[in-house]
Structure formats: C-alpha cells, structure tokens
C-alpha cells in the first residue's frame, strides 16, 4: 500500500512552524506580512521541489501545479489549505494541509503514478483574517464571491492595504483568481475541537460546516448607586447580559449548536455602581441553517422579554454571518473507505470553525478529513497532533486524491 | 417656629459646588487636593464668620465649635459630613450636611438661643475614598477605628501620600482625632437613591445602614475555540460569571438586600473563544448582618455548585466588609415628631449607602436625616435636591440639634 513520507511530512510541519516567531518567541504569520513571505517562500521551494507548476493569482494565492500532457485538458483536482496564522499559533492549522498536499502529489509522483485529471495544491491567502478582514478571504475571492480589486484594497488593522503588502513582498501574481475549474476540493485539517481526542478517533470525514452567526449586543440600563437603588428600581445592563448568556446556553442545549459569549464590556464599570450599559458579542453556530435562524429569532423575542421585565434597551448589530455548508456526500463516503482499508477508526464530523473548503465547496464538490487535536486546542502554541495521527490522516488524504483524480491510465 | 435662612443655604452649595471644576468642567475635589483645599478655605470662612471656632485635627477633620462659658464643660452634640467628592461629582453629597450644620448653628446663635452643650460641626476627611484608600477614612479615624499616623501614611492612586498632601495643602492640624467625645452625632444627607421621590417623601428618618461586603470573584475555565468545542465539553468562565449574577438577584430578593455585578473582565475577550477566565466583583448589601451573612454563605454553596457543574474554578477576594449600623432610635423619634411638627411626610429608611454618620455610631448615639434626590441620582452632575426638599430638610435638622443640644437655659 502506498504512503506517503512521514518523517518528512513532520520535518516540513516544524520547519514552517519555526518560520515567524516574534520577539517574544510567538508563532505569528500574518496574511501577507514578511513572517508570512518567508514561509511562502519556503513552501514555494517544496512545489518546485516537487517538479510541480508554481503559479500565483492576483488574490497571492499560490498553487502547485501537477499536470501531464495526458491530463491537461481535464479539470483538476484541487486539495490546499492556507499557511497564515493567527497571532502566538500553533504550527499544524492550515500547514498540515498545504504540505500534506505537497507530500501526496510528491508521493503519486515519485511512485510513478499517472492520474487521470491534474492535480493542484493551492495555499490560500488570509485565512485567519487577522490582519485583513474577512477571513477566508483568499478562497472565498478564488470562488468569486467577492471581487478581486476589493479584496485588495482591504485596509488591515495595521493602516495597510493588503495589495500593496502583497506586491511588496513578492506574492502578487498577474493570473486571475479562479482561473482553474477544480472537479473537485479536498483540505486536510485538524479538527481543532476535542471530539475525536475525547473519542479516540483518528479520521474524521467531515460532511458539513455550521453556520455562524456574530452579533454585537448593546443594552442600554441605567448608572445608579449600588447600595441606594432597590432592585425594583433598577434597570442593570450588567444582569440582563448575563441573563441573555444563560439564555443562549439553554437555547443550544436544545437545538444541538453552539453558542458563545466571548467579549463583554461594562459601563461605568465601577464596583459601588449598577451598570448603565453592556456591550458583548454573541457567536452562534449550527450545522442546520433553520435550526440557526430560529435560535436567532428565540433570541431577537427574549430580548424583547427583557426590555419589559428589566426596563432596559437592547440593540443589535450584525458582525458575520455565514450559511452552513453542506460537503458532498459521495467524497465523504472516499473519505471513509479510505479509512476503513488502513484500518482507522472514522466518524462523520461538522466543522465548528470556518474552512477555505467551505469556500470552494460553492463551486465544486468539496470535503474534508480531520486528524485530532490533543485537547481540542487550536490557534495556540499547544495546538497539537500525534505525528502518528498526522502522517495517518495524510495517508488517508493520499488514498482519496488518487481515488478522486483517477486512477492510472 | 424658628427656621433657617433657604437663600443662604442654596446659595453657599452652589457656592461650593462650582469649586474643583476641572479642564472639561466636572465637579471634582477629591481629597487633600488643591480643588479640595480651596473648597476647604470657603467653608473655614463661613465657619470664621458664624463666630464658631475653626480647629483641625490631625487626619485633616474641620470643626467649627460652638461653645459658651455656660456649656463648655458638657459633651458636645455633634453634626456635619464632608466636602470631598468623587470624580464629575454633583454639588449635594456630603456638603449639604456640612453647609446646613453651620446653618442650623448660625440660626440659632442669631436668635440668641443658648443651648445646654456645646453644638459642633464637622466636615470629615476622605469621605468618598476615591483618592485615597479606605473611604469614610476622617470620621473612621476619629471613632478611633484606624491610627492616625497608618492613615496620613496612606498611598493614593496618583502615587501621593496623604499625611504630606494635607501639609501641602494647609490642613494638616495638630488636634488628636477623637479630642471631642460626642454626646450624640446627627448628620443631615441627601438619599443618593429613588425612593423617597418616588414615594414623594420628604423626610427620611434614617434607622440603619446597610452592611456592605464587596469580594472580588475569579472564574477559571479553559479558553477553547467557539465554534469547535461541543457544549458539554465547555469550561465557560464567562457563562459561570453570568450565572453567579443571575443567582444573586434572585437570593437578595428573597432576602430583601441589593447586589451589584458592577464590573467584570473576561480573559481572552475574544469573539470566537470561550473565555478562559472572568474576574468581576460583587456588591452585597443587607441591613440586618444575619440576612448577609446567610446570603454570602449561599453564594459560596453556589460557587461549588458551579464548579462541579460548569467545571471551573472559583475563587474568592474580600475586598470590603462594613457591618450593617443600627442607629440611635431615640434620635430617630426626635426626627420624626420634628417632621411631623412642620407638617412634612416623613418615612424610616435605611442607607444604602455608606456614610461618616455610621463611624460616629461606633462613639456615641447617631442618626441621618434624609432629604429626596430627584431620580435617585447621585455621584453625577445631575444629582439634584429640590432648594424646597433641601430647605426643609435643614429645617428639620435645626429642630433636632436644638431639641438634642437642650433647650434654652
């Protein structure tokens, strides 16, 4: 049975990971920064390594190209992931996709081995959207759903335009997002949840993504004294946050998502005083896009409750929102016999967090697989994964490319 | 009926209060400062021109003693509050009673009414506590509750020493706190809370004051991805700091005591992560110690409750902890045959606030004299007492020092 070249897999996944460390000896490669150059440039060695076309889109979107005279006039097969990284991250999100990718076409390569449609790994550009918003960016203007001059004149939270970064660190191509038609996508991830830790599963065959829903909440109450004000004569921003909070985790023990209340701030926030305002965000996410607006609207109605029974103002504002994606079926179902024969256990997956696939998947037939992470921990420098893990779910990424480009001809 | 001079009253507390105005006009004297010392030199005036005697302790407490040849030998009744503010501070709170206590003594000195003891008006250091730690800090080291020389040792949040800024600024003075044993101590306040201009009352005859017990809360969880951690593998420190203040508002309503969240912090404060921690601060307040101590004990059985079920973990800082005072109720007696002779409502209350009044109660027999503060607004520029409800707040006030000085000899 093929596999791929785990030691070097792993040797590659630290060597990009040594790449951006700052002062303080903090992983941060920002989208288009020169950390980032310098790993783009690293991972630009291994496609030509590869014997694979380099090519970059107007987007800095970088591919590697595997094509033959045979199977060029064919649509791709299109596999990736993205190289940027949140700020003090860890060194397997996104990088174990784009250099297992690398890896896989490297070893169908190197065994001699002709698929019947090209094959193309792509490394996106701003997935974490940090430094740029939004995120995601790189897939999403490659599927067309945003315009390409737009993209690039996103000022970042630095002051910078992101197509001048591009150009100044050499990563803005001439060719035009889009320009290949994949057959199909395919992104090895890891989970960055702890279900599969928690589960000891090492494959996860992932068929959807939940949709995500930011809002931005405000509730107007009233500043008074903390020991002169009877509780009925008060209207406490401060309480009525923490009653939504409460709210919002009864709501998704039902509905089956997830909801999260990450930020908060309190005004006057001063001990002796009862909060005249709260302003916090509320991030709620569901695989089932009408379970998702129904929460949303049992939240928009407790509101409501919540201005009669505790005289205050609520107001709203929309930060994100993206539908769930539904991946395809018949990948999901590769992904889960190539599993089988190498004897791994595998479970179905929704991705809780959002993916470059879920881009692509607007214009191809898309999925992923997942590998563990330790703990469930992600974007922090103890983000984890077994090499054992990491090299399996590689192999399995192997298997289901050469199982999706065809087999040799 | 003898009654004080209303246009003279008003007139020195908008006097005063247009004292300590800072660069972006708010009303701030905070204590020992130049704004307070200059606020200080009015007041001494007025104290000088009422023929009283100006004397200083050490801790920076003024009085203004009115004795005669006749009394002097007999323990002073004791009346006043204080002339220090908080930051953007209105112009009632604290100088009200301290204005209106020269007032009364002037009142009844030029009607030539000679009473049994001497009557003596003070204005106390660092009531508010906002510059320098704790608040109540004069009156509290008069009773004989703090040292003197901890207290002039006192290291304010501008890196000042107290003890040096009262030298600097004129009002260190030599007198030992505590060099007068009261008779009786009486202090006139406005409410600082709704109740009585909701009831439209005009009198308070103020009974008790409420224990107050502060502590400062730390919910540790565990910061994980928003989308990718399921609900029952959560640790939502900032969930469990929404709960304990969902919990507190129904136990004091049980209770009958108010609690305030008043200021929380979330770690990391990030949309998409669960908050790993959240530190935030309780404000508990009863006037009956057994109903606080009860509630406090059943705030800690919610803390282990909560760690088992929210698997975090709690832990607690005490930051304040006042008992609740009982006031004199003959004094209270006094001030309510005094409402009711002038024909004003008059209604017991509790002070949810603390005041000196309740350090003097630990020396000698001690009550407060309540008068309405518009919307229960105070510590804010738009802290407002009608000049009627002041008047007749003063007015009362003026009875009571004269029926508690002894009458006419």
Redesign the interface.
């Known amino acids: 049975m093929l596999s791929i070249n785990g030691t070097r897999l792993m040797e590659r996944i630290h060597a990009l990971g040594e790449i951006g460390k700052d002062a303080e000896g903090r992983r941060t490669r920002l989208a288009a920064s020169d950390a980032e150059k310098e790993g783009r440039d690293l991972v630009a060695g291994w496609i030509r390594e590869a014997d694979l076309e380099l090519v970059v889109d107007r987007i800095g979107n970088m591919f590697g190209i595997w094509q033959t005279e045979e199977n060029r006039l064919e649509k791709p097969l299109m596999i990736g992931s993205h190289i940027d990284t949140v700020i003090n991250a860890g060194q397997y999100d996104g990088c174990l996709g784009v250099i297992g990718g690398i890896e896989v076409i490297k070893t169908l390569r190197d065994a001699g081995i002709r698929t019947a449609r090209p094959v193309v790994v792509g490394a996106f550009t701003n997935e974490e959207g940090v430094r740029y918003s939004p995120d995601m960016m790189g897939s999403l203007v490659y599927a067309g759903g945003m315009a390409v001059d737009e993209a690039l004149a996103t000022v970042g939270t630095d002051g910078t335009v992101l197509g001048e970064e591009l150009k100044r660190t050499g990563y803005e191509g001439t060719v035009q997002p889009g320009f290949l038609q994949p057959e199909a996508f395919v992104e090895l991830h890891i ?5 599969m830790d ?1 589960e000891n599963v090492k494959i996860g065959a992932v068929e959807n993504l ?1 949709g ?1 829903h ?1 809002q931005r909440v405000t509730i107007q109450g009233a ?9 009925a ?1 008060r209207a ?1 921003a ?2 009525a ?6 709210f919002l ?1 009864q709501l ?2 039902k509905s089956g998502g ?1 909801a ?5 701030r ?1 005004e006057p ?7 005249s305002g709260a302003v916090f ?1 509320v ?1 709620l ?1 569901n695989p089932d896009k009408a379970k998702l607006e129904a929460d949303e609207k049992a939240l928009a109605g407790y509101f409501n409750e919540l201005e009669q029974s505790d005289h205050v103002k609520i107001s709203t504002e929309r ?1 994100t929102e993206f539908d769930p994606v539904l991946f395809d079926q018949g990948i999901v179902r590769t992904i889960e016999q190539a599993a089988a024969a190498r004897g791994l256990s595998c479970r179905r997956m929704t ?4 993916q470059d696939a879920q881009m692509l998947a607007r214009i191809c037939p898309t999925a992923m697989i997942f590998v563990p992470s330790i703990g ?5 420098p103890r983000e984890y994964t077994r090499d054992e893990d990491a090299v399996a779910g590689a192999n399995v990424f192997l298997d289901v490319v050469r199982e999706l480009a065809g087999g040799s001809y």
């Open positions: 989970e960055q949840g702890p279900i928690v939940q995500i930011w500043a008074n004294h903390a020991g002169t004000t009877p509780t004569l406490d401060g309480l946050a923490a009653k939504v909070n409460v985790r998704v023990e997830v999260t209340v990450g930020t908060i309190l926030n001063a001990i002796n005083v009862i909060p965000t991030d996410r930060l991705s809780g967090a959002g469930g921990i992600s974007h922090n």
